[in-house]
């Protein structure tokens, strides 16, 4: 079983930054892919970013050039540095864990609670 809990969400202005972390249970955390997902009022959730247990990144083109996902294994964390953020971005933003060894996270197998992103404009 593992858990993740995000944190670092809120409020911010269109052009602005946050950081999300995602805190992640288990002794086994540098073997799963990391990812996180969205989901924006009245849609469905989407794919933001994915990070591999070997460092390898993958983001959605939405994302690409102003977000960047990285992992601590040692703190057992995964982050998602959101820069240039614009009211589009506005969602729930959820941490995900897919404990196979896949190159990229399509089909997690464990979810986080989710954090809110609210970027005015």
């Known amino acids: 079983q593992v858990q993740l809990v995000e944190s670092g969400g809120g409020l911010v202005q269109a052009g602005g930054s946050l950081r999300l972390s995602c805190a992640a249970s288990g002794r086994t955390f540098s073997n799963y892919a990391m990812g996180w997902f969205r989901q924006a009022l009245g849609k469905e959730r989407e794919f933001v970013a994915s990070?591999?247990?070997?460092?390898?990144?993958y983001y959605a083109d939405s994302v690409k050039g102003r977000f960047t996902i990285s992992r601590d294994n040692a703190k057992n964390t995964v982050y998602l540095q959101m820069n240039s953020l614009n009211p589009e971005d506005t969602a729930v933003y959820y941490c995900?864990?897919?404990?196979?060894?896949?190159?990229?996270?399509?089909?997690?197998?464990?979810w986080g609670q989710g954090t809110q992103v609210t970027v005015s404009s």
């Open positions: 995900a864990a897919d404990t196979a060894p896949v190159a990229v996270i399509r089909t997690p197998n464990y």
């Open positions: 990070i591999s247990r070997s460092g390898g990144t």
